[in-house]
């Protein structure tokens, strides 16, 4: 299972970004779109840490408290694509985002309920 993330980049404190995380292949795809999806992020020196997951439904999510309502997090299954839309941006929301795909339907919080990975992308938020 491939999963390709983008949509993060440089922006000022404040700003908004939309990661984007696309699913690729026909296994890639199915996988997917019938399990839960989150996004993680880590900086240097700390544990990957959850951002927001979601089910494969749509229908529940779960975000990680320092979210606080800035962030949402969405899928569109026909896409095989999820998505975070990060607005109010912090410095401290300075990480690589990963998108993963959940071993299970529901949204989980668990690392290591997770099974595939994206490659991460950058969110540099300026101050």
């Known amino acids: 299972v491939q999963l390709q993330a983008s949509g993060g980049g440089l922006v000022q404190a404040g700003g908004s970004l939309r990661l984007s995380c696309a699913a690729s292949g026909r296994t890639g795809r199915r996988t997917s779109s019938n399990n839960g999806l989150g996004w993680f992020r880590q900086t240097p020196g700390k544990e990957r840490e959850l951002v927001a997951a979601?089910?494969?439904?749509?229908?529940?999510?779960q975000y990680a408290g320092f979210v606080k309502g800035r962030f949402t997090i969405s899928r569109d299954n026909a896409k095989s694509t999820v998505y975070l839309q990060m607005n109010s941006l912090k410095p401290e929301d300075t990480a690589v985002y990963f998108c993963?795909?959940?071993?299970?339907?529901?949204?989980?919080?668990?690392?290591?309920?997770?099974?595939?990975w994206g490659q991460g992308t950058q969110v540099t938020v300026s101050s």
């Open positions: 993963a795909v959940s071993r299970y339907s529901g949204a989980t919080s668990h690392l290591e309920d997770y099974q595939y």
């Open positions: 979601i089910s494969w439904r749509g229908d529940s999510t």
